[in-house]
């Protein structure tokens, strides 16, 4: 029968079958554990037998033949209307649910190009977490702006909402909540506080593609949402990022801000080019290419990285000592990293120890983010000429002084990482993860000494 197709439905008509198609390339070899009850791989007994899931970046099977139409077509950069990156940019908006997405070339920039769009500049303060990657925080310092730190919640792993309402002030300008590791922060309590005091909430969602909180698409909840296609991320284009909004205004906003407010067919005159705070932040055509082969797979990936992180959780949980990372009720992960914690009083071994243990097992694992001086980070950044200028050493003392993040210094001292590639395995590595677990814990005195 024929039927005439907008995106919306052709993608939705396609998902399911081309995510199952994708992930039977991540098929592989079943192992089991060894006996719970052995000596582990640190003390000299048997490693357990454990796949930690499929080679990453993956592959979708049609990259080459698309790189090679965009290689032909000599347009290598972002392009017209026809172009990959704009017609990637446009299904990904489709995808997740939101009018305007604009492809941009990596999840710093579309962070940049966000809070361009709602200039925020020197002397503007966002409220931001301490627990997350670099680029969270060099986005506002880029603006000569200063980030406000409040801390997290130690369950769940992410930005405390009523922590950071304590921390606005009349130069906050913006929310910067990060849905650290896919998961969700509490985005009920985050409109709330958005509404309440008239700020603007601009969603990090870099480790967030196809997170959800209430049915709707992490990175559209609130006024702009911002994404990571970096090597690592769920959705792989080596690098790359994309700005997502729903306000036409602000969606206008980013585009200048992403390509030096350059107005297309208008001439080489200053006239072509609107005054705004910008740069070349373009995705190029190579990259549409591969993130468009790529993206028609991530729901049923998704999929998988939940009903095995889910999996794992209900088995570590039964573990004493052991904590996974709290999913707020109402909330799905994306499941960029699987976190729990080890609270070395129940546990019988540090984190460390236990990383240690389990790395000698053939499991990957990774202690994450680590306990850091943000505040002296901060002040480096802005002991330059201009940063002197906007900040005063009273006024950074002064935020020092109100800066207190206890929850983050331990939970980098406790939190263990799984990254995403590991949760498309099969099940059953998950049982072996969690054997591993439990029979380190058994023999943690020895291990304990052995390490000592």
Known sequence: MNRNWNRREFLAANLSLASAAALDVFSTPIYGAVDADSKPAILGGEAIKYDAGPAWPFFAGDEVERLTEVFESRQWNRGGESSPTVVFENDFAELLGSKYGLAVSSGTTALQTALSALDFGPGDEAIVTPYTYVASVNCILESYALPVFADVDLETFQLDASRAEERINENTQALLPVHIGGAPVDMDAFLELGKKRDLPIVEDACQAVMGEWKGKKLGTLGTLGCFSMQISKNLCGGEGGVVLTDDEFLAYKVLDAHTHGFLPHSGASLESYRPV????????????????????????????????????????????????????????????????????????????ELIQALQAEGVPCYAGYQSCDWTGYVRRSLDTRAGRRVYSKERLDEWEEATSLPNFHRLTKEAVWFFQYQLLAPKENMDAIADAVRRIRKRAPEIKKALS
């Open 277 to 352: 705070r910008a740069s070349n932040y373009r995705m190029t055509g190579f990259q549409g290419a591969i993130l468009s082969a790529q993206l028609p797979h991530i729901a049923g990936q998704a999929d998988t990285r939940n009903e095995n992180a889910l999996y794992l959780s209900s088995l570590l949980r039964e573990i004493p000592g052991v904590y996974p990372q709290r999913i707020y009720d109402g909330g799905r992960s994306a499941w960029h990293l699987y976190m729990f914690r080890i609270v070395e009083e129940e546990f019988g071994l540090s984190r460390d």
